[in-house]
């Protein structure tokens, strides 16, 4: 239904800033709102940062606060991930995907498009 795409990772010394970008296409009015995931080699799919696409009403995890920044550009069908200070474990695979509701937009059940996922490696 909507296709994403994901880009801006890369390999970053800690401290440092990345930007990731999704741009989406497709039936993009079935989507609702957008969400950021990401998955270290080993462990579970975690929740990062959710925006909706008709106000800016934005979700983050507690791991992220204040240091990354979720954003969208309506006419442009991307959403942006702002991630600054980083560290090492900030190292994972970022995925972005797409919801039609907003319940509890920490669920990755909740999303039903996904994008095939920008690495994201942090040196100390």
């Known amino acids: 239904q909507v296709q994403l795409v994901e880009s801006g990772g890369g390999l970053v010394q800690a401290g440092g800033s990345l930007r990731l970008s999704c741009a989406a296409s497709g039936r993009t009015f079935s989507s609702y709102a957008m969400g950021w995931f990401r998955q270290a080699p080993g462990k579970e799919r975690e929740f990062v940062a959710a925006i909706r696409w008709s106000s800016p009403i934005t979700y983050y995890a507690d791991s992220v606060k204040g240091r990354f920044t979720i954003s969208r550009d309506n006419a442009k069908n991307t959403v942006y991930l702002q991630m600054n200070s980083l560290k090492p474990e900030d190292t994972a695979v970022y995925y972005c995907?797409?919801?039609?509701?907003?319940?509890?937009?920490?669920?990755?059940?909740?999303?039903?498009?996904w994008g095939q996922g920008t690495q994201v490696t942090v040196s100390s």
């Open positions: 995907a797409a919801s039609g509701i907003w319940r509890d937009p920490t669920r990755s059940n909740e999303y039903g498009d």
